[in-house]
């Protein structure tokens, strides 16, 4: 019996880099494979090492919302943008007064109530 490993390709940019700063460039998107047996980890030190970046949030470009960057979240052909972020940062407080605010755990804000209760 044979096993298969599925794979998925997926082209990723750095978020914030215009189409006029990219005209120069001849592949403004860097493409990797991932595997079925890639865990979060592995998958997180390959984007890392390829943009320099420690912390990070991958963006689905044609969704437009925050992935988890684990292989079953990555869709086969599929372009996101990174999201550089820095690492023990204050997070920025929204001025929502429902708990949980919706728009706080799709950008990762803190409630301004959530640290009251």
Not at 12 to 28: T, Y
Not at 85 to 92: C, D, I, Q, Y
């Amino acid at each position: 019996m044979t096993t298969s490993t599925s794979s998925k390709c997926i082209s990723i940019r750095l978020a914030g880099v215009n189409k006029i700063e990219r005209a120069g460039q001849d592949h403004p998107y860097t493409k990797f494979k991932f595997f079925t047996t890639d865990s979060k980890d592995d998958i997180h030190q390959e984007i890392s090492k390829a943009f320099s970046v420690e912390n990070f949030s991958l963006v689905d470009e044609r969704e437009g919302h925050i992935i988890t960057g684990a292989w079953f979240s990555l869709e086969n052909n599929n372009t996101y943008s990174l999201i550089k972020r820095v690492a023990n940062v204050a997070k920025k407080k929204c001025d929502q007064e429902t708990i949980p605010c919706k728009r706080c755990v799709k950008y990762e804000i803190e409630c301004n109530l959530s640290s009251e209760i």
